[in-house]
């Protein structure tokens, strides 16, 4: 398996555009979780899904943030519009039945 | 009630050095997670514990249940080693929460 695969690597937008961020999880996986990781939070976790479901968004920071899994191997995170403190990058991990989670290479946002 | 904290932030050791990091949090969890974030960004999973140790080549993982205290150990330490190494705890449900990292820097 080729693993978690996001897309784009890196990003770089003015303020004001709207930002869409891809992952593919593992195939079998029924788990996805998207991260934030900045220097001055660390790693936080946004939200995940179960079986395509949202379970938790209460790591969503505010409405200009939303995910979606139309299916078991496509997730996005949308952000619209980006703002500069958006700047991060953000991670996506996937798990099956074991508790170990697989995360991506992650993309670099960097909103100016 | 959902503070985790790792120590030191950062560490220097040099090549064949013992290692230990310590993570503590604060309620009772599900799980804990040791992670290796290396230089170039990625994320690699390294130990899940719920109890007792763990080991895995030149690292050992151990978590105290009752202290709410896991300690990742890297013995004979090699440059190849350095990393940001952050721990995860898993309270109820799926929701993760993050130590700061520590920097370890393994010198030749």
């Known amino acids: 398996d080729a693993g978690v695969i996001q897309s784009p690597r890196h990003e770089v937008t003015e303020m004001g555009q709207e930002v869409t961020l891809r992952c593919k999880p593992i195939?079998?996986?029924?788990?996805l979780f998207w991260y934030r990781q900045t220097m001055m939070r660390g790693l936080e976790l946004l939200i995940y899904?179960?079986?395509?479901?949202?379970?938790?968004d209460s790591g969503m920071p505010e409405d200009r943030f939303s995910a979606k899994m139309p299916n078991a191997s496509f997730s996005t995170l949308k952000i619209q519009p980006s703002e500069p403190r958006d700047s991060a990058v953000y991670f996506c991990?996937?798990?099956?039945?074991?508790?170990?989670?697989?995360f991506g290479p992650g993309t670099r946002l960097l909103v100016l | 009630k959902n503070e985790v904290e790792q120590s030191p932030q950062n560490l220097t050791a040099q090549e064949g050095e013992f290692i230990t990091i310590n993570c503590s949090y604060s309620?009772?969890?599900?799980?804990l997670h040791w992670l290796q974030q290396h230089p170039g960004g990625g994320i690699v999973s390294l130990f899940m514990?719920?109890?007792g140790k763990k080991k895995h080549g030149r690292l050992i993982a151990t978590i105290n249940i009752q202290e709410k205290h896991s300690s990742l150990h890297i013995t004979a330490s090699h440059p190849r080693d350095s990393a940001v190494y952050i721990c995860?705890?898993?309270?109820?449900?799926?929701?993760?929460?993050f130590g700061t990292g520590t920097s370890l820097t393994v010198i030749p």
């Open positions: 991990a996937s798990k099956g039945v074991e508790e170990t989670q697989y």
């Open positions: 195939s079998g996986h029924d788990y």
């Open positions: 899904f179960n079986n395509n479901v949202p379970i938790d």
């Open positions: 309620v009772g969890i599900s799980a």
């Open positions: 514990l719920s109890s």
């Open positions: 995860a705890v898993r309270y109820t449900g799926n929701q993760f929460y």
